[in-house]
């Protein structure tokens, strides 16, 4: 049985306590970087071309994004990758990867590294940290939502285009955008009691236990098309109207549950477009 992770105090650039034997802190060197390339290739399994190469880790973190990574002695078990954006004059960071390797999933490590990038984030006067996931990902979904206290309103179609990444299953790579408004009341909230504060709910959006396996099979593949197209529209027309994904659900049997409603917080400049 795997022990969890203690939360701890975060503190970036230095060694953090964490379970024992891992640390959590910045990478800066190109071999750091090429351990974060390896585990990448690792965990998305992505043909060459879909890389992201150690050369754009360089540029992050010299250009004002940061690599942040949880080491087991010299080892590295999972990072965070982040670029710096910036929307209608506002600067925010991108984050680009998250990945724990599959050994030291379900510890808690995902969630402390989203941690310590916001801490970091913070330090550096940053209120927004965007990322994209997949939502028929269900395990992501909630982390995102739930346990970090990101919001979505965007949804991007087919992003990358079809990915060489099995997890994708051959489908289009469709993105929900989270917003991680980290000075935010919700935020704050969820972080200190570890609970989402309550909202009243207008729709909910399903993603069925079988999504994975289903992915997983040529022949089944058609069914998780059918999923994604249905709830690409729900999710479109959702928020066309006004409303965001406040809250997500899992139920015993392994599926998920989008909950959506309206967010009462004004944090806004992430949903602008600059032309
Ligand atoms: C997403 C990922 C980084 C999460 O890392 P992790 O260290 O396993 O995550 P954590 O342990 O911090 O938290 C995961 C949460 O999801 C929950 N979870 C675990 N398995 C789950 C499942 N099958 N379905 C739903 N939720 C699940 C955990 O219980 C935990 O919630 P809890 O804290 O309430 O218990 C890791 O699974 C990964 O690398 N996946 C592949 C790459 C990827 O998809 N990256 C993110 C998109 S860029």
Redesign the pocket.
């Known amino acids: 049985m795997t022990t969890p992770i203690k939360s701890s105090t975060l503190v970036l650039g230095k060694l953090v306590q964490g379970r024992d034997g891992i640390v959590i802190r910045t990478c800066t060197t190109p071999e750091e970087f090429k351990a974060c390339v390896l585990l990448q290739k690792e965990?998305?399994q992505f043909a060459d071309i879909d890389l992201v190469p150690v050369r754009l880790f360089v540029v992050a973190d010299k250009i004002g994004g940061r690599v942040i990574g949880a080491f087991e002695g010299d080892h590295l078990v999972?990072f965070v990758m982040a670029i710096p954006g910036s929307r209608t004059g506002h600067p925010y960071l991108h984050s680009h990867?998250?990945?724990?390797g599959e050994s030291?999933?379900?510890?808690?490590?995902?969630?402390?590294l989203k941690l310590a990038q916001r801490e970091d984030a913070l330090a550096r006067g940053f209120e927004l940290i965007e990322?994209t996931?997949d939502p028929l990902?269900?395990?992501?979904a909630?982390?995102n939502i739930e346990?970090l206290g990101a919001i979505a309103r965007r949804y991007t179609i087919n992003q990358y285009g079809v990915s060489s990444s099995p997890?994708q299953g051959g489908l289009p790579t469709d993105r929900l955008v989270a917003e991680w408004w980290l000075k935010s009341k919700r935020v704050t909230a969820i972080l200190q009691a570890g609970v989402r504060p309550g909202f009243p709910q207008l729709l909910t959006i399903d993603v069925p236990r079988e999504i994975y396996a289903w992915k997983a099979s040529e022949s089944e593949r058609v069914r998780a098309r059918d999923v994604q197209s249905r709830n690409r529209e729900m999710f479109l027309q959702a928020f066309a109207a006004g409303k965001a994904v406040l809250g997500y659900e899992?139920d015993k049997q392994?599926g998920?549950k989008f909950l959506l409603g309206e967010w009462n917080e004004d944090w806004s400049y992430a949903s602008k477009h600059e032309d």
């Open positions: 965990v998305w999972g990867m998250l990945a724990v030291h999933r379900n510890l808690g490590l995902g969630r402390q990322w996931f990902e269900i395990k992501n909630f982390l346990r997890l899992r392994g998920g």
